[in-house]
């Protein structure tokens, strides 16, 4: 529960903001009250770890609950995928070289604006309980209580306003505690913006003891879980995130048979990397039902949204790999699933590029606020209603800053249409001696996605590819300049 202490810091903080601040934009009379926001995120949660985006892998009726009552984005893509960049453009609305956070060592600026700020300011209750992963202290939520760093799954602390405090039980199912605490403690009179934040599935993917024997048997394997990159850039090769391989003890919970290598260990590794990680899928989608079942109860679900996403995509062996960083379609799409009975048609998908760029203004949106013109998305709200803009995006711009860090991937940048795919890799070559770890020199990819949905075949030199590939590579630079980004240049 809430402390009594913290309640009244919470009230202290409003107070504060209240005074400080010129008048809420918003009249929150009966006829014009906005919609409260639930934001759920996952960590690492892959799309294709869900059903209703047709795992073969295991099943999340929870999660599904709100693509059978709302809507299914299939194209949400992320501008860089990787944990602490992609929460900070999601609070911003601005692309990383924007906001400085690049890497998972940047830290947020305190100072610069936020969704959750813009929120507070209009009248909004804010909170975040969960992940925050961005160093610097949580501004513009009313309460907070956020993991230290990454957290721990079993009996982890939490800092509440500030104090550490440690929880006996799962991670999830305290995440998913402390904000059905908050949301009854709640002012009942004013509409909430809450972001509740599983620090699950991310690695080490240890799952909660009552699911220690789920998905026991065999898992269903990729199609491409053997590849070998023979059609493909040396960086695809040269990842250091290749299951089994890759991984280690800690990760499997137990030693690999020492007989195994190649395939056969990248097979075993897959397996006991799946079970563990869909056991933990397991947990977030029961507590998404914990926190739908709330709404329902208390009568809120026609007017709260409720969205379920990640903060990037994350691969379960395409490729043979793990982890994200890679401009790939595992890495890059994001499953997004948003439910508002007023305004959404259960049942209904959209096929249309929106980007976690855009959430903060989709957000601002709902709340009647305009957008900062310092923001660089845009309100996909007309897309909720089945309506696409003629001027909708038909691109998106993509770049992954952390050159052959932990994983060996190296920084690169990328266009994606609907159809095609241009990456370019850059980076230093080996010195004399070799003493660059892993490195590659400048190269690019290029994929059909409408031939090649599994980017096994690279068409970059390919002739028939010319003019497609002269097209991608101008409007890249178009979009380079439209975000004011610049190019990598040796």
């Known amino acids: ?76 893509l992320c501008t860089n995928s990787i944990c602490t960049p992609s929460r900070a453009v999601i609070l911003t609305g601005q692309y990383s070289h924007i906001t400085g956070v690049k890497t998972l060592a940047d830290r947020l600026d305190p100072n610069r604006q936020t969704v959750a700020k813009l929120l507070q300011h209009s009248g909004y209750q804010t909170a975040i309980v969960g992940k925050w992963h961005l160093v610097s202290d949580p501004q513009g939520f009313d309460y907070w209580n956020i993991l230290p760093g990454q957290g721990v799954y079993n009996d982890p602390v939490l800092i509440e306003m500030g104090t550490r405090k440690q929880h006996p039980g ?50 269903p394997e990729p ?62 989608d029961d507590n998404v039902g914990r926190v739908l079942d709330y709404l329902d109860k208390e009568k809120l679900a026609e007017n709260t949204v409720v969205i379920y996403t990640s903060d990037q995509g994350m691969f379960l062996g395409e490729h043979g790999y793990f982890d994200k960083r890679f401009m790939y379609e595992e890495s890059l799409r994001m499953p997004f699933l948003i439910r508002y009975p007023r305004e959404i048609k259960p049942g209904s998908t959209n096929n249309d590029i929106v980007l976690n760029l855009d959430f903060a203004e989709l957000f601002l949106d709902f709340a009647g606020q305009k957008t900062p013109d310092d923001m660089q998305g845009r309100s996909f709200r007309p897309l909720l209603h089945g309506k696409t803009p003629d001027d909708w995006r038909t691109s998106m711009y993509y770049r992954y800053w952390m050159h052959l860090s932990d994983h060996a991937v190296p920084a690169h940048y990328g266009i994606r249409t609907k159809r095609y795919k241009l990456i370019y890799y850059y980076g230093q070559p080996l010195d004399a001696k070799g003493a660059v770890q892993r490195p590659t020199e400048p190269e690019w990819e290029m994929f059909d996605l409408a031939t090649d949905p599994n980017e096994m075949y690279d068409v970059h030199d390919d002739p028939v590819y010319a003019t497609a590939k002269a097209e991608l590579t101008t409007e890249l630079s178009q979009l380079q300049t439209k975000f004011k980004d610049t190019p990598w240049n040796g």
């Open 1 to 76: 529960m809430i402390s009594h202490i913290h309640r009244r810091a919470f009230l202290q903080t409003a107070a504060g903001v209240a005074a400080g601040l010129s008048a809420p934009q918003i009249n929150f009379g009966a006829s014009s009250k906005p919609p409260n926001i639930v934001y759920i995120m996952a960590d690492d949660h892959s799309s294709h770890a869900i059903g209703a985006y047709g795992s073969y892998r295991n099943r999340t009726p929870n999660i599904d609950r709100l693509a059978d009552g709302g809507m299914r984005f299939d194209s949400c």
């Open 223 to 284: 199609c491409n879980l053997y590849d070998h990159y023979e059609h493909r850039s040396r960086a695809a090769a040269l990842q250091r995130m290749t299951v089994g391989i890759n991984m280690n003890k800690r990760d499997f919970k137990m030693d690999p048979p020492p007989s195994l290598e190649g395939d056969a260990l990248r097979k075993w590794g897959y397996h006991r990397y799946l079970q563990d990680y869909l056991r933990c899928v397991a947990s977030v």
């Open 170 to 219: 799962y991670v999830s199912d305290i995440i998913a505690n402390l904000s059905l605490d908050w949301l009854r403690q709640r002012d009942k009179k004013k509409p909430f913006f809450l972001m509740c934040h599983h620090k699950a599935p991310h690695r080490p993917w240890d799952p909660n003891p009552k699911y220690a024997n789920l998905y026991n048997g065999p898992i």
